[in-house]
């Protein structure tokens, strides 16, 4: 049997497709046996098995793959136990793992939290909301986020921006809904910041920022925070917008592509950036500042590497609806 195993295992990797779908198709029906055999090649780096193609014939076992995983964390052999816990958040999320396991993980989100210094943000490109630091709890209220558990910047960052973060799913009502997930980071203090504020956080999410209107939701949280801002760094469409909200109505705005780019009145750190700008800027900073990341930095946090110093407390990662917690969303998270 184990010779067959191995055999069906190594077609995996053979350049014709027919021999492939054969493997595929007989690893399969062989059940969660199977697994045993395919774990050591989800990690083998060195190895010609294509790491896809074990997972996906994992993915095809289903809830027997499932169990069969969860069989392994609990009984070994010891040298699959990490293969086995990766598979199973990835397939299944943490909904997957055995009771044991969760609080395991939740342990060593804890720990790492701990040592998170110096905290680092996508800088090349992404949206983001920013708020007052302090108004965390208001923030969580205005829009209506639930499950909201520590995270490490590092998880939280991979939850929201690359990791599956949306999910549709069927409510009591019998009605399709579509829930998201999000990240808030740790508090980062900007004394370059107009205004009394000075400790910010911000609210990464791609799908919610995108599917929700991060502009909306910039007002939505200034009604219930007095200031919210949206930013977006776009370098595939050479794009970027910045946006302030302050009590529920925009004030200041500006958008590569939107007509008129800049909206409402200058504010003081325009003017500023306006005066040091040399000869081949002056034209580009004749109505205001054309950088979201510039206008980030003047007004509240931009994203980024942050100075251990200048970063207190952690990130949560919290939901959209009440009946879709965390442990929901399918995908193995770095921490």
């Keep these: 049997?184990?010779?067959?195993?191995?055999?069906?295992?190594?077609?995996?990797?053979?350049?014709?497709?027919?021999?492939?779908?054969?493997?595929?198709?007989?690893?399969?029906?062989?059940?969660?046996?199977?697994?045993?055999?395919?774990?050591?090649?989800?990690r083998d780096r060195g190895s010609t098995i294509p790491n896809s193609s074990v997972r996906y014939v994992i993915k095809l076992l289903g809830d027997e793959g499932l169990l069969r995983l969860r069989e392994i964390r609990r009984e070994g052999?010891?040298?699959?136990?990490?293969?086995?816990?990766?598979?199973l958040v990835e397939l299944g999320g943490a909904d997957a793992l055995d009771e044991s396991d969760r609080r395991a993980v939740d342990r060593l989100v804890r720990i790492k939290i701990l040592d998170e210094r110096p905290v680092e943000t996508p800088s090349e490109g992404g949206r983001w909301l920013a708020f007052p630091a302090d108004r965390l709890d208001d923030a969580v209220a205005a829009l209506g986020l639930h499950d909201v558990r520590p995270a490490t910047s590092v998880m939280g960052v991979a939850a929201a921006t690359q990791a599956a973060d949306s999910l549709e799913f069927r409510h009591a009502d019998g009605e399709k809904h579509r829930a998201y997930r999000v990240f808030i980071t740790p508090e980062f203090e900007n004394w370059r910041a107009e205004g009394p504020i000075k400790n910010w956080r911000m609210l990464w999410g791609n799908s919610f920022l995108d599917e929700l209107d991060g502009f909306l939701l910039a007002r939505k949280l200034s009604e219930r925070c007095g200031e919210a801002h949206f930013y977006v760094l776009d370098p595939y469409n050479s794009s970027e917008n910045w946006y302030v909200a302050r009590d529920g109505h925009m004030v200041r705005s500006y958008g590569t592509y939107t007509e008129p780019q800049f909206e409402g009145e200058p504010l003081p750190f325009e003017a500023v950036q306006r005066e040091i700008a040399d000869e081949d800027e002056a034209e580009a900073y004749a109505e205001g500042v054309p950088d979201a990341f510039t206008a980030a930095d003047n007004l509240s946090v931009h994203p980024g590497p942050h100075l251990a110093e200048d970063t207190h407390g952690h990130g949560w990662l919290a939901t959209t609806h009440p009946?879709?917690?965390?442990?929901?969303?399918?995908?193995?998270?770095?921490?």
Excluded at 17 to 24: E, M, N, S, T, Y
Excluded at 77 to 85: E, Q
Excluded at 323 to 335: E, H, I, Q, S, Y
């Design 77 to 87: 052999p010891g040298r699959l136990r990490s293969s086995a816990l990766e598979l």
């Design 1 to 42: 049997m184990q010779s067959t195993v191995e055999a069906l295992v190594g077609d995996l990797s053979s350049r014709d497709h027919v021999v492939r779908d054969a493997a595929l198709d007989g690893l399969v029906a062989l059940g969660p046996t199977a697994v045993h055999h395919l774990l050591p090649y989800t």
């Design 323 to 335: 009946d879709v917690p965390n442990t929901r969303f399918k995908g193995a998270l770095p921490l």
